[in-house]
């Protein structure tokens, strides 16, 4: 005799919470795995980035923090935030995310930058999706 497993309803803001985390997880270790990539530390090492001229200084290490800090604060924003206000910013935030990983494709070769990416994208629209369709009492 084989029994049922029980599947348990989570609810949105755990899901959300979850899905944000995992997209700081592949955010993070695309980022750490670019340190084996000899373009990125000769570019480190001349003070810009690789592919980019943009200068390391203050300026871009500032911008470079604020947005990594607006997903790492959406895992709590998702948690305590009023659903009306969750969805919103999940939907707005999740949106801008996908469109500037995305745009970080272009010209790019190495694959697994762009497996990191497209994994990126799918869950920060997974996270619009999950958001948009919030359950409505």
Known sequence: MT??????????????????????????????????????????????VSSTGFAVD?????????????PALMVVVSLVARATVSRVTNIVVGLFYAVTAAATLVGESWVYYIVGIVVQVVLLLTIVRVAWTWPRT
């Not at 203050?58 to 607006?70: N, S």
């Open 58 to 70: 203050q300026t871009f290490l500032l911008l470079t923090t604020l947005y990594v800090a607006v």
């Open 3 to 48: 029994k049922a497993f029980t599947d348990t309803r989570i609810d949105v803001k755990l899901v959300l919470c979850g899905l944000w985390t995992a997209t700081l997880f592949v955010f993070a270790y695309v980022d750490i795995f670019g340190f084996y990539r000899a373009d990125v530390i000769d570019g480190v090492l001349a003070g810009t």
